[in-house]
């Protein structure tokens, strides 16, 4: 909601919806005191514990509830995915690098008994000799993988 929004609605007397930890709260502007210092509201309420004050930022204040659960249920969906770069030099320093693909399967390509591994829940799925050439190979077979590219 806007500041212009926000002193209409404690005009009015009007709810405003705040969303914040999985629930839907409605703020009553009608029956409470609240105070706008231009970028939250503050709200005296009395309950059983006695009188205290709640405090509301305008950027979390919504007009409507469908608003607020849209807020709570969409907000800040993302997904980052990224395969741990490493070149030939970082990788027999590092020894090993882990990733999860898509479908959450956890992999780790890493230096065995002089050889390069590419282990699926640790079990071994591919190995070749640990040499750079080899590693460029296994390395490839990771980003195909991360991709799911088959």
């Known amino acids: 909601m806007t500041k212009q929004e926000i002193k209409k609605a404690i005009e009015n ?11 839907i709260k409605q703020i009553d502007l009608k ?8 970028y939250q509201i503050d709200i005296m309420i009395e309950d059983e514990n006695g009188w205290h004050t709640e405090f509301y930022g305008i950027k979390d204040l919504y007009k409507t509830k469908a608003e607020a659960e849209h807020y709570l249920h969409h907000a800040n969906v993302t997904r980052t995915e990224q395969l741990p770069f490493v070149n030939w030099e970082e990788f027999l320093e590092k020894k090993a690098i882990h ?10 390509l890493c230096i065995t008994d002089n050889k390069i ?3 699926v829940f640790f079990m071994v799925s591919k190995t070749w000799d640990l ?3 080899n590693f460029y190979k296994a390395y490839d077979e ?4 991360f991709k799911e590219e088959v």
Do not use: A, M, Q, S
């Open 142 to 145: 990771c980003v195909r993988l």
């Open 131 to 133: 040499t750079e050439e």
């Open 99 to 108: 990733f999860i693909d898509n479908k959450g399967i956890d992999f780790v």
């Open 31 to 38: 029956n409470t005191h609240p105070i706008f210092n231009g």
């Open 117 to 119: 591994k590419l282990k």
């Open 13 to 23: 007397g009007e709810n405003v919806w705040y969303p914040k930890n999985r629930t």
